[in-house]
């Protein structure tokens, strides 16, 4: 069965300070990972995903994340946060080529100071 | 751009009481799925749906659970006798091939008392 750990379970930053949140899965096979992101009192909105490839990943809002395999990680990034990054985000990994479950980390609370 | 929406939005229940959890998938969506978030814990899969049958299910989906697709449109999940411990955030999401991600739905939050 496959797991996901997110390390960081808060984090503070003021605005225009990077960011990294760590992503770590354990699945014995090919996987899809995903980050998913719920802005306070809203649905959970796709960030940026991995199916294969270059194994650095562009997605919205100036977000990116890096897939490393020898690592089992797939950790976030922005150069420079903004006070609307505010969130929780979440890590998710997923069976390659299948439309099965997501299986998701505990998530990480961003919080942008101004 | 077509979402995935979901009613109630929150709704309070007695212990014992059964709930219906109602969705609405984008229209031209195939695979369907519930999950929850108990409050402060992480988002968990419940089951998925595909071809008008159950493809999936975690150990959390019991007999007190079950789902439907009714009428081609919505998506619903119906707890029979709802537990302190079912209190969470239900989320729909669906999508339409195994490629992309699910879409979700706004979450309804369950409340039993």
């Known amino acids: 069965a496959q797991s996901v750990s997110q390390h960081n379970h808060h984090v503070i930053l003021s605005e225009a300070a990077s960011l990294e949140l760590g992503c770590n899965y354990s699945?014995?096979?090919?996987?899809?990972l995903f980050w998913y992101v719920q802005y306070p009192g809203q649905h959970l909105q796709l960030l940026l995903k991995?199916?294969?490839?270059?194994?650095l990943v562009k997605g919205i809002k100036g977000f990116e994340a890096e897939f490393i395999k020898s690592k089992f990680s797939f950790n976030l990034r922005k150069p420079s946060v903004q006070w609307s990054d505010t969130a929780e985000y979440f890590c998710a990994v997923r069976r390659a080529g299948t439309a099965s479950k997501l299986t998701f980390g505990t998530g990480t609370r961003l919080q942008v100071t101004l | 751009e077509p979402e995935v929406t979901q009613t109630p939005s929150h709704q309070v229940t007695q212990m014992g009481q059964e709930v219906i959890l109602r969705c609405v998938p984008i229209?031209?969506?195939?695979?369907f799925y519930w999950y929850r978030q108990i409050l402060g814990q992480k988002v968990e899969f419940l089951v998925s749906f595909y071809n008008n049958e159950i493809s999936e299910k975690s150990e959390i989906f019991d007999d007190q659970f079950s789902v439907e697709r009714p009428d081609g449109s919505n998506f619903t999940l119906k707890i029979r006798s709802t537990k302190l411990e079912d209190s969470a955030m239900y989320f729909c999401a669906s999508t339409r091939e195994p490629g992309p991600g699910a879409f979700f739905g706004q979450g309804t939050r369950l409340t039993v008392v």
């Open positions: 699945y014995g096979g090919t996987v899809n």
């Open positions: 991995y199916f294969s490839g270059d194994p």
């Open positions: 229209s031209n969506h195939l695979y």
